[in-house]
């Protein structure tokens, strides 16, 4: 059986004055029907880029994708369609929310019209269905009361009502795809965690997939099935969510790890990862994670490490890592 | 709401202030003052000039006659024009409404014209029609209007014949019937509207064309692109709702290049307006005319300032008293 | 290094006046003493950018800012219309040899069509049409140099007294400038040219300069007072750093980019006001060649011979064209995050 989504050999660059960006370099990856894919990664790895990819809202120019690229949905690649026949799938198929809540919202129209916008870009509802459907979609997310937020401005709600509004216009279309943006990082903590439960409750109530897309590891072990680790546009470690946080393969995926806080031993220190993502235009030679890495061989600063798969069958893209049957 | 309100009006208040006493410190550092200036061509007695000095008040310290200049703008007295015999009030009364009737239909097109131009170049940034309408808005914009305006007269006027090149009405108005009038009125208005327009409506363009493509640059376009709607929704329902609110504000600054402009426009198709009583008036040295339809013209700018702000937090949501 | 520049200039310039009378009489026709001065002035822009650019030698952005306008199409373009038209202005002399206020044959060659002789054409007085735009570049340019060098001074000076100063005394310049800018210009200058009649050369460059500089006393005022906020001022006014040293090292660089932009378009815009008050008679004394002069003198005869209300207007368009275009691409060299 194929995946509903499958990425292959997905590059995204952008001419900028100081070069080519290689923001997504060779990226591939599979969703599954129903399945809750986490996509993770310092700041300027390139996560954003790879979701706005999928739905080709990269501008061209200054953006531009591979030769080779390939997004296939259902057997089609998207890439390749119509600038209509992939506005029917944009919203409808596969819909999208955001890290910024308030500046995702069009601030002069009301959250009802914004969601009434979406429902009849795809349907033939006439503007009341769309309303009362809105209005519905508002209580589904958790609106205190829909009936009268749905005339107000995003300026008048708080963050995390305002990604509740994302959720709605996300979901009013029934999308099988839902690629969530680090939806909560802009969000405070106790909110983090309601709009977590609200989207992985709505996700088995919709059948959807979720490409879920965050900074913080800690994030993805109650919610996803499997992880993709990624680093300087690359995907470097990609596995089943429990193989990943317990026999984490490559050495960025375990400085990761360390930096997440751990119920267990609330006293340890957190440890991040020292320096700092280099800039798109200037990935360093051979592993794009040599000039950090506390276990680097020589190999590293010039030769690209090869697939490895590990003895719990996921993958990392790194020269010290064990291959299974090896150890 | 209120409070700010307050606030703008006393802040107009202020500038029309400052605006009185510019133009009454220009007149008494002059040479010469008004007396001088009444008799300045026919050979009068001394005793008549200083007849006339005590009659108008011409004698009084400076500071009494800044006091009652004050105090009659704010009654509405603008003086006396020393050249028609008529009170300064007269005059420009009766060359208002031409002038609101050229001024309104000119900033009708710019902006009409400005915004369709500035949203077409905005929704296709860096395209080769957004370089093209760029270099036509740039050359509109360098023109000065007078001459695009002695160009439109020569060739929609007279090589052409369509419309007429002077006056707000033909000889004949009077005789014609209403519609006939009405007709008649609107054939004129073409040719100094549009040049008037048109030269402002390049300005328009240029602004309109930066806030669209700001908007472009906002998430909240994404997120439009994402719900699959249309490049055309996208523009017209996002980018071009955002980018009026601040041609709201636009409107309300270019008032004061507007009326330059009509005084040119008004000039070069001898249509009677303010414009025209000012320059009839500077030929003839009548200065009190002038300088009340300079001040008339800033007491229009700011109240039109005030008015477009207004209008502004009215139509932002975000400023909108909820 | 730019004292030796200034020395060897000022000293070339000297030599050529002396030994070269005849070069100096060329260059101040048809009104004495019109042109020296304005050349001075456009030494402004120009030297408001270089001081920029000294001030930042070094730094990448400095080289990037000149990269991106010499790669600019507009700057070369306006750059090249601007050098044309004030080359024409200097070589007037040279390039025709007729006085632009002869008047030949008032009967036999009055509005004449173009031709070899002419090349555009005569006028209703029979003087030659080119020599007049030729000669009129003088006024018209000079007088919008001498403008623009007045009111970058003045709208400097207001805005850095607002901004520094700050409570009533920046409340009161602030309001004298929303004044400024709500009375409709022409107006403002109708009524001075009522209350003072005819002005010469440099009481009207000091008008179009007095009246123009509202606009920029706002940018300057806004820049200074961004400036006092950054931290930078404070640990400087710590240090014990002077008031004279923290303007001309911290403030004056960072109003060169506006400064030069506000300077570079308010050329086209002083050339345009100036235009319209001589077309409305108020502005260049008759019978001198000033473009808004011309196009008034043409507006009697513009049916039979509407050349010469044709190209002075071609000749003011040109140039503001020129600045606009410089105007702008220094705009986006200099900060390019603004499209
Ligand atoms: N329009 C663009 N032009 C040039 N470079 C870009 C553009 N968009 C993204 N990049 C570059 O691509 C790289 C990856 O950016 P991206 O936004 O995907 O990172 P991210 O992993 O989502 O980070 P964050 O956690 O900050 O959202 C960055 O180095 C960024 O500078
Ligand atoms: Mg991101």
Known sequence: MTALLRVRNLSTSFATESGLARAVDDVSFDLEQGETLGLVGESGCGKTVTALSILRLIA??????????????????????????????????????????????????????????????????????????????????????????????????????????????????RPKILIADEPTTALDVTIQAQILDLLMDLKVRFGMSVLFITHDLGVLAGIADRVAVMYGGKIVEEGEVHAIFERPAHPYTQGLLRAVPHIDRPTAQLRGIPGAVPTATEWPSGCRFHPRCSQRIDRCSTETPPDITTETEHIARCWVATPAGKS | MTRFLVRRILHSVAIVFIVATITFLLVHIAPGDPATAQFRDRPVSPEIVAQYRRDWGLDRPLYQQYLSYLSNIARGNLGQSFSLNRPVSE???????????????????????????????????????????????????????????????????????????????????????????????????VLPALTLGLGGSAVVARFHRAEIAEAFAQDFIRTARAKGLSERDVVLRHALRNALLPAITMLGLSLPVLFSGAVLVEHVFAWHGMGLAAFDAVARRDYNVVTAIALFGAIMVVIGNVVADLAYRRVDPRTRAS | MTRWFLIAGVSGALLVAVRFPRILELLTTPAPGTVLPAIGALALPAAAFAGWYWSRRGHSSTQDVWGRLIASKSFLTGAGVVATLGLAALLAPVLTSYNP???PDILGAATLRPSWAHPFGTDFFSRDLLSRVLYGARWSLGIALVAVTLLVVVGTAAGILAGWAGGIVDAVVMRIVDAGIAIPRILLLLVIAALWGNLNFFALATLLGLTGWFGLSRIVRAEVLSLKQRPFLHAARALGISRRRMVTHHLLPNLAAPITVTAALGVGNIVLTEASLSYLGVGAPPPDPGWGNIIRESTSIILSAPWVAFFPGVAIFLTVVGFSLIGDSLRSALNPQAR
């Open chain 3, 101 to 103: 206020n002869a008047q």
């Open chain 2, 91 to 189: 005059v420009v009364l009766q060359a208002l409404p031409n002038t609101v009737f050229l001024a309104v239909a000119a900033l009708g097109i710019s902006f009409a014209v400005g915004i369709v131009i500035g949203t077409a170049q905005g929704a296709t940034p860096n395209s080769r029609f957004d370089h093209t309408l760029t270099a036509a808005t740039l050359a509109v914009f360098s023109m000065p209007i007078f001459w695009f305006g002695l160009m439109m007269m020569l060739v929609f006027g007279q090589w052409l014949g369509w419309f007429p090149v002077s006056g707000a009405t033909s000889p004949v108005y009077s005789a014609l019937p209403f519609l006939g009038r009405v007709a008649d009125r609107l054939h004129h208005l």
């Open chain 1, 60 to 173: 061209e120019p200054p953006g531009q994708y591979g030769e080779e690229s390939r997004i296939e949905y259902e057997g089609v690649n998207l890439l390749e369609l119509s600038a209509r026949d992939l506005r029917e799938i944009r919203g409808a198929q596969i819909a999208m929310i955001f890290q910024e809540p308030m500046s995702s919202l069009n601030p002069v129209l009301t959250v009802g019209s914004q969601i009434v916008e979406a429902i009849r870009a795809h349907g033939s509802e006439s503007r009341r269905e769309a309303t009362e459907r809105a209005v519905e979609l508002l209580t589904l997310v958790g609106i205190p009361e829909p009936g009268r937020q749905i005339n107000d401005y995003p300026h008048q709600m708080s963050g995390g009502m305002q990604q509740r509004v994302m959720i709605a216009m996300a979901l009013s279309c």
